[in-house]
C-alpha cells in the first residue's frame, strides 16, 4: 500500500502539470467584443395615415485591406388609422445570402393606451413596457451652423417620388474637426433623407459615415390602406412578462389574458 503522503505530491504533481499544459494554450477571462449599432428609421405614431409597407436595410463596410463587407435584411412595418405600430426585427444577413433573414422579435407599439410588446421568437416572451414614441417631424432650417465640434450644413433637395409617395429630401453634411472626438483628420458625416409629409416617416435614408460605412434604409411596397387588424395581437403562445414603471410587481400571464 502506498504511503498518503506519496498519493498526495502526486497528485500535486499531476495538477501542476496539466496547469502548466493548459497555460501553453492560453487562458484570459471572457471578452465581450465590439458591437456596433444600424438604427432603422423611426417610426412616430401619427393617426390617420396608415400604412403596409417592407422596409430594406443595408449596410457596407470598407475593410482595411480595400474589400467590402455588405449585410442587409428586409422586414415588416405596419402602422394603422389609430396611430398603432407593428414591426418585425430580423438579423442582418450577408447582401448576396438567399436565405430569409431570421426573425427576432416583433414588436407591437400602442401609443393610446401608452404600452408596447417586444415579443422574442427565441424565448416565446412578450414583455410589455411603457411605450415612448420618437418626436413627430420638424422643420429644419436649411443653411450652415456651427458649433464647438465642427458645422452642420444643411441642403434643400425638392421634392421626389419613392415608391409612389410624394416626398421632400434634404442633405446634411456634418463635419467635425480634428480633435473633436479623438479623430485627428477632419471628418465628414453625409446624411441624405426623403421625408413624406402624409405618411411622416423617412421612406429613403442614405447614411455615408467613414466611421461606419454607407448605410442605406428604404420603404417599399407601401400600401396606404387599413391593415389588417390580425397585426396588433400578440403571437398565441407567448408569456407576458409585464414591466411597466407603474404597475409596481412585474407579473406574468399568458398571451391572449393581458389587460
Not at 417592407?54 to 394603422?80: C, I, P
Request: a negative charge.
Amino acid at each position: 500500500m502506498k504511503h498518503p503522503a506519496l498519493l498526495l505530491a502526486a497528485s500535486l504533481f499531476v495538477s501542476v502539470l496539466c496547469l502548466a499544459q493548459k497555460s501553453d494554450e492560453g487562458v484570459h477571462a471572457p471578452d465581450g467584443g465590439t458591437v456596433e449599432m444600424f438604427m432603422s428609421i423611426l417610426l412616430p405614431p401619427v393617426p390617420n395615415a396608415p400604412f403596409t409597407s417592407m422596409v430594406t436595410a443595408e449596410w457596407t463596410k470598407v475593410l482595411e485591406d480595400g474589400s467590402t463587407l455588405t449585410v442587409q435584411n428586409r422586414r415588416l412595418v405596419v402602422r394603422d388609422t389609430a396611430g398603432r405600430i407593428f414591426q418585425e426585427r430580423r438579423r442582418l444577413i450577408p447582401k448576396d445570402s438567399q436565405q430569409e433573414p431570421d426573425l427576432l422579435r416583433t414588436e407591437i407599439s400602442d401609443p393610446i393606451k401608452h404600452q408596447k410588446y417586444f415579443c422574442r421568437v427565441a424565448t416565446k416572451i412578450c414583455t410589455l413596457e411603457d411605450y415612448v414614441g420618437p418626436d413627430v417631424a420638424s422643420a429644419q432650417p436649411v443653411g450652415t451652423q456651427e458649433d464647438d465640434y465642427g458645422t452642420l450644413i444643411r441642403e434643400d433637395l425638392g421634392k421626389n417620388y419613392v415608391d409612389g409617395v410624394e416626398t421632400i429630401g434634404t442633405r446634411e453634411t456634418r463635419t467635425l474637426n480634428a480633435g473633436a472626438i479623438g479623430n485627428d483628420h477632419v471628418l465628414s458625416i453625409v446624411k441624405e433623407i426623403w421625408y413624406s409629409p402624409k405618411l411622416g416617416i423617412n421612406v429613403s435614408v442614405k447614411r455615408v459615415d467613414p466611421r461606419h460605412g454607407t448605410q442605406i434604409i428604404t420603404v417599399t411596397e407601401i400600401n396606404q390602406g387599413e391593415p389588417s387588424p390580425r397585426y396588433f395581437s400578440l403571437p398565441a403562445g407567448y408569456t407576458v412578462v409585464d414591466h411597466r414603471s407603474k404597475t409596481g410587481d412585474r407579473s406574468q400571464v399568458a398571451a391572449g389574458e393581458h389587460r
